[in-house]
């Protein structure tokens, strides 16, 4: 036991003498009156710096289930700059990070649920865009060999629907969001865009037939608000709330 504790007296020493910078000094003047009022201002510097800073990996602790790219997202979403970046690390102002986290508190914002619907509207846009095929042709040199008795290969405009007809489709898809109370497992976003819930801890509860009929349902919903978008330059604006229950409120 006493050889245990000498053992972990001189791994003190040694950690002193590191933070000290005179690890390279003679053992009889690692630990001085000097060098130890140094250590412990070096401490000093870097509790304090550890109180006005926050590691990218502490994040999460200020915005609830944010434990991936959280950094990223603040910095190109809102413009945060309060940060500075060493070796591969981050580290922000904890009270910038802390007025960011009351203002979202106070705007009834979920910050991941937020950053879950930005990278969803993204890939739908990519979706609409790679169905589209609407690719510019490229400036400057050639990179292909069009065959000379290769033309009038065309097709008319396709039909596009009414916006009448799209406007009853959206009706009849809202109808269904009450017939089969999906509030519970969708949430709308400004009226024209809805996602699926999702809870890590509860989704294998959740029946299969549920699943499928909800994402379904969001594709279908917002296929048709594009449709609309494209149609009449408008969106839709859809409060799932029944007018009874809003009566009622």
Same mark, same amino acid.
């Given at each position: 036991?006493? $050889?245990?504790?000498?053992?972990?007296?001189? /791994?003190?020493?040694?950690?002193?003498?590191?933070?000290?910078?005179?690890?390279?000094?003679?053992?009889?003047?690692?630990?001085?009156?000097?060098?130890?009022?140094?250590?412990?201002?070096?401490?000093?510097?870097?509790?304090?710096? *550890?109180?006005?800073?926050? *590691?990218?990996?502490?994040?999460?602790?200020?915005?609830?289930?944010? &434990?991936?790219?959280?950094?990223?997202?603040?910095?190109?979403?809102?413009?945060?700059? *309060?940060?500075?970046?060493?070796?591969?690390? &981050?580290? =922000?102002?904890?009270?910038?990070?802390?007025?960011?986290?009351?203002?979202?508190?106070?705007? *009834?914002?979920?910050?991941?649920? &937020?950053?879950?619907?930005?990278? /969803?509207?993204?890939?739908?846009?990519? $979706?609409?865009?790679?169905?589209?095929?609407?690719?510019?042709?490229?400036?400057?040199?050639?990179? &292909?060999?069009?065959? #000379?008795?290769?033309?009038?290969?065309?097709?008319?405009?396709?039909?596009?629907?009414?916006?009448?007809?799209? $406007?009853? /489709?959206?009706?009849?898809?809202?109808?269904?969001?009450?017939?089969?109370?999906?509030?519970?497992?969708? /949430?709308? =976003?400004?009226?024209?865009?809805?996602?699926?819930?999702?809870?890590?801890?509860?989704?294998? =509860?959740?029946?299969?037939?549920?699943?499928?009929?909800?994402?379904?349902?969001?594709?279908?919903?917002?296929?048709?608000?594009?449709?609309?978008?494209?149609?009449?330059?408008? $969106?839709?604006?859809?409060?799932?709330?029944?007018? #009874?229950?809003?009566?009622?409120?």
């Amino acid at each position: 036991m006493q $050889k245990q504790i000498l053992e972990e007296l001189k /791994d003190i020493k040694r950690a002193i003498a590191t933070i000290a910078g005179t690890s390279n000094l003679p053992p009889q003047e690692q630990l001085s009156k000097t060098v130890l009022d140094k250590a412990a201002k070096e401490f000093q510097k870097l509790t304090s710096m *550890n109180d006005q800073w926050v *590691n990218e990996n502490d994040l999460y602790k200020y915005f609830k289930g944010c &434990y991936h790219n959280t950094g990223k997202f603040i910095r190109e979403e809102f413009g945060f700059s *309060n940060y500075f970046k060493q070796s591969y690390t &981050y580290y =922000y102002n904890k009270a910038a990070i802390q007025d960011l986290a009351k203002e979202l508190k106070a705007r *009834n914002i979920n910050l991941k649920r &937020y950053k879950d619907l930005k990278e /969803d509207q993204e890939n739908f846009k990519k $979706k609409i865009a790679a169905a589209a095929m609407n690719k510019k042709a490229s400036k400057g040199k050639k990179d &292909y060999h069009l065959p #000379d008795y290769l033309q009038d290969i065309m097709t008319s405009e396709y039909p596009k629907p009414s916006i009448e007809v799209v $406007k009853e /489709d959206l009706k009849n898809i809202q109808e269904e969001f009450f017939t089969y109370k999906l509030a519970d497992y969708i /949430d709308i =976003y400004s009226g024209n865009h809805a996602m699926v819930k999702y809870e890590y801890h509860y989704e294998k =509860y959740i029946s299969n037939e549920i699943k499928l009929r909800c994402k379904r349902w969001c594709e279908r919903f917002n296929y048709a608000n594009n449709a609309l978008e494209l149609l009449s330059k408008k $969106k839709a604006n859809f409060i799932p709330v029944k007018e #009874d229950d809003m009566f009622e409120l």
